[in-house]
């Protein structure tokens, strides 16, 4: 699935740049941090809500663009007598993964982390290396497909997460 090419800025024109139409979708505040989470496999709306402190309107505003987009999808699941909703990364979603790298490499490098806060580190499952940027292990030299990478959060946790699969995979 592609993500939506029709998404439009707030004056109703579709720029011509790939780059201005991506900004466009991910430049919105918190949407970053909904795929991050979502890439890290957080699926509901209140994991969501109690992971970023997010206020529910904006949440839900956020994900139903990007659900819109085509970069996640709803899935239903049962919640006692309840139907409710999952939101998980389509292969749009799960290809920004790259750009989630890059970011989490500037953001170690040209931003100050809190005080004595350990930086994220994205590694190798099979080897314990650390992915760079284009996805190949710096220990091993191999190329690191999504399900053997783990993001290691260390003020969130001090086990790596596996990355989470694209819905229907």
Request: proline share 7%; hydrophobic share 40%; charged share 20%.
């Amino acid at each position: 699935m592609q993500a939506s090419s029709s998404a439009h800025r707030k004056d109703g024109v579709t720029p011509s740049c790939p780059i201005g139409r991506a900004g466009d979708l991910l430049g919105d505040r918190w949407t970053l941090l909904i795929l991050r989470d979502a890439t890290a496999g957080i699926t509901r709306f209140d994991a969501f809500r109690e992971n970023l402190g997010i206020a529910d309107n904006i949440l839900s505003a956020r994900l139903a663009r990007l659900v819109e987009a085509g970069v996640l999808t709803k899935v239903p699941y049962r919640d006692g007598n309840r139907t409710r909703q999952e939101y998980r990364l389509t292969q749009a979603g799960a290809d920004l993964l790259p750009l989630l790298r890059a970011l989490a490499e500037w953001g170690t490098r040209h931003t100050t982390p809190a005080p004595g806060a350990a930086p994220m580190q994205i590694l190798h499952i099979s080897c314990g290396g650390q992915v760079g940027i284009g996805g190949v292990c710096g220990t091993c030299g191999q190329a690191v497909p999504r399900e053997d990478e783990a993001w290691l959060r260390p003020w969130r946790s001090v086990e790596p997460i596996r990355l989470a699969m694209p819905a229907g995979t």
